[in-house]
């Protein structure tokens, strides 16, 4: 069973910056893709930004030239830099990781940005 934990949510005013953090139960070479989507009350989960194992990424629109993801394998974590944030960046921020074996989720972390 892979475990993904999630950190590094919080508070933030519009224009500040926050980095998550994934850090996962086996070594994410493992995984073909790992991702980040955000779920805010009310809405459907969404995709934010996508890493495939040869190290392409795939962004939403709205966070394009805002948010960079990145991956540490060495320390089989995923992370994402979030800057210029927005209120409507406010949700929860959920860690994903795919492989042949299944699809895993984190618990999710709260963003919240503040006007």
């Known amino acids: 069973q892979v475990q993904l934990v999630e950190s590094g949510g919080g508070l933030v005013q519009t224009g500040g910056f926050l980095r998550l953090s994934c850090v996962a139960s086996r070594s994410i070479f493992s995984f073909d893709v790992m991702g980040w989507y955000r779920q805010a009350p009310g809405k459907q989960r969404e995709l934010v930004e996508t890493i495939i194992s040869g190290g392409s990424t795939n962004y939403a629109d709205s966070v394009k030239g805002r948010f960079t993801i990145y991956r540490d394998n060495a320390k089989n974590t995923l992370y994402l830099q979030m800057n210029s944030l927005r209120p409507e960046d406010t949700a929860v921020y959920y860690c994903?990781?795919?492989?042949?074996?299944?699809?895993?989720w984190g618990q999710g972390t709260q963003v919240t940005v503040s006007s």
């Open positions: 994903n990781a795919q492989s042949t074996r299944g699809r895993y």
